[in-house]
């Protein structure tokens, strides 16, 4: 069965029915979120709860179809956008709130796991990474690709996004909310393990019609 922060939250404290909000946007970056994507939360900071809030891009500054590193967002460009997301939530946020900054992924997890397998369309998924990057239609460049050196390159570039939280951590405090950091690529590293423990096939955790979504 499926299990999610609301649900956990409204076990604990059935006054949280039905305040959720998500407001995520398959594909967006940092730079949407900071100049439209996080105006559209509803908060009222005199008479509204306070919020948990999550920051999640999970792969998006690194993953374009375009074939070039320099369609990577830049860690600079990160930070000033988080932190002007950030600066605007503390205008929105009720007092005592909380954001959780959750790490871009480490990427590589999905080649090493469904390289060699069959495609539902009948061949391996990294005929099918060459094939979009091929057409330059691939979701994620970076990491759906036959090349080892992309691939660590782009999760590098990850890694270096990822610093930014916590340099922004280090060097900001906010008036109506803490902040905290969660590693994605950690856990995800985690959930493999317990998965494989029971002896099941880490595939079965990925998507297989685009094996690229967990």
Not at 29 to 40: D, L, Q, T
Not at 188 to 206: F, N, T
């Amino acid at each position: 069965p499926m299990e999610s922060m609301y649900q956990k939250m409204v076990n604990r404290n059935r006054c949280n029915h039905r305040d959720f909000q998500n407001i995520g946007v398959n594909g967006a970056r940092v730079g949407a979120i900071a100049s439209s994507i996080s105006k559209s939360m509803a908060r009222d900071q005199a008479t509204d709860q306070p919020a948990i809030v999550f920051h999640a891009l999970i792969g998006n500054d690194v993953c374009t179809p375009h074939p070039s590193y320099d369609h990577f967002t830049k860690p600079d460009e990160f930070y000033n956008s988080v932190l002007e997301t950030m600066t605007y939530l503390d205008t929105k946020l009720p007092p005592n709130s909380f954001v959780v900054f959750v790490g871009l992924v480490d990427g590589r997890i999905l080649f090493n796991t469904m390289h060699d397998l069959l495609h539902p369309i009948g061949v391996t998924y990294a005929n099918v990474y060459d094939y979009l990057n091929c057409l330059q239609i691939n979701p994620c460049w970076g990491w759906l690709n036959t090349n080892e050196t992309v691939r660590n390159a782009t999760s590098e570039h990850a890694e270096l996004l990822n610093s930014m939280y916590t340099k922004l951590m280090a060097e900001h405090t906010f008036k109506n909310f803490r902040t905290s950091y969660i590693s994605f690529a950690q856990l995800m590293s985690e959930v493999i393990a317990d998965w494989s423990a029971q002896g099941k096939p880490v595939s079965d955790l990925i998507e297989p019609a685009d094996g690229f979504h967990p």
